[in-house]
C-alpha cells in the first residue's frame, strides 16, 4: 500500500462515467457477467497480484461467447 493513497482518492481522478471500487473477491465475479470491452484496474496495494487470474477470467469469459 502506498500511505495517503485510497482507493476513493484514485478513482475520483478517474473521469468516466463506468467507475467503481470493487472488492477483490467480487472482482472476477463482475468480470465474468459483464465482460468489459476494455478492463482497468487501478490499485495503491496488491492489485498486481490479481493481474494472472484476472486474465484467466477474462479468457474463460470470452470462451463463453
Known sequence: ???GITSK???EKVQL???SIVNKESLA???SSTIPEI???IGA???A???PDLKQTVINSLGHL
Open 1 to 3: 500500500a502506498i500511505p
Open 9 to 11: 482518492m484514485l478513482l
Open 17 to 19: 462515467n463506468q467507475k
Open 29 to 31: 465475479v463482475l468480470i
Open 39 to 41: 478492463l482497468l484496474t
Open 45 to 47: 496495494g496488491d492489485i
Open 49 to 51: 497480484h490479481l493481474v
